[in-house]
């Protein structure tokens, strides 16, 4: 898997509209999160946060999850997600959307 394509990903992920037909649910987030840093900053080696801070626990948690999970590993299983969803969408904005991951 390419870097170009893992950062195509990325582009499209942070552009979905809030309010469009492709929605990661939570758990697709959080997945999308931990491989991102997987494929960013490589292991985790952080504190975790504190009691109440339930969201970062959770990132951080995950995140910890993937260790030793290589750069080119963390970028396939990031491309492949955002791919299985566009799919199951199926519409012509996620078509269009496939073919420019495929053509990074």
């Known amino acids: 898997m390419s870097q170009a394509k893992f950062e195509k990903a990325v582009e499209i992920i942070g552009a979905l509209p809030k309010d469009g037909a492709i929605k990661p649910t939570s758990d697709d987030q959080l997945y ?3 491989y991102f840093k997987q494929a960013k900053i490589g292991d985790n080696n952080t504190t975790r946060p504190g009691l109440l801070d339930f969201t970062g626990k959770a990132k951080w948690d ?5 260790k030793g999970v290589s750069k ?5 299983k990031y491309v492949d997600k955002l791919l299985e969803i566009l799919k ?3 519409d012509e904005a ?4 496939i073919a420019e ?3 990074a």
Do not use: D, M, P, R
């Not at 995950?62 to 993937?66: G, I, K, L, Y």
């Not at 080119?72 to 396939?76: F, L, N, S, T, V």
């Not at 996620?94 to 959307?97: D, H, R």
């Open 62 to 66: 995950a995140w910890t999850e993937v």
């Open 72 to 76: 080119e590993e963390a970028y396939q």
């Open 32 to 34: 999308f999160y931990k």
């Open 88 to 90: 199951s969408v199926g």
């Open 101 to 103: 991951i495929e053509a």
């Open 94 to 97: 996620s078509l269009k959307l």
